[in-house]
């Protein structure tokens, strides 16, 4: 079993900015591509951005293309996901995953595992 632990949720004001971080163990960290998820009150959990083994492609959901960047650190088994020019419309519980696979993707099903979750408040 992984177990993906997340951190950096919290709230803020419109406009504001926000990074998640999300540690995985073993040494096996870089031969997966890292995935962000989030899930709004009320709503299905929906991709938001992406990044493959080695951190050289990424992908975005068209909601936060711009204003969010996925990166990774191999050496320290994190990922990150920096936030910026947050809107009310992000307020969502945000969950890291773990890919089955090197190449990144915005499919739930080609994820594994699965971090707890945290929570990012933004207030208008």
């Known amino acids: 079993q992984v177990q993906l632990v997340e951190s950096g949720g919290g709230s803020v004001q419109a406009g504001g900015s926000l990074i998640l971080s999300c540690k995985a163990p073993?040494?096996?960290?870089?031969?997966?591509?890292m995935g962000w998820f989030r899930q709004a009150p009320g709503k299905d959990r929906e991709f938001v951005g992406a990044?493959?083994?080695?951190?050289?492609?990424?992908y975005y959901a068209d909601s936060v293309q711009g204003r969010f960047t996925i990166s990774r650190d191999n050496v320290k088994n994190t990922v990150y996901l920096q936030m910026n020019s947050l809107k009310p419309e992000d307020t969502a519980v945000y969950y890291c995953?773990?890919?089955?696979?090197?190449?990144?993707?915005?499919?739930?099903?080609?994820?594994?595992?699965w971090g707890q979750g945290t929570q990012v408040t933004v207030s208008s």
């Open positions: 990044i493959n083994w080695s951190g050289g492609t990424t």
């Open positions: 995953a773990r890919n089955r696979y090197a190449r990144a993707s915005s499919h739930q099903n080609d994820y594994a595992y």
């Open positions: 073993g040494r096996t960290f870089s031969d997966y591509a």
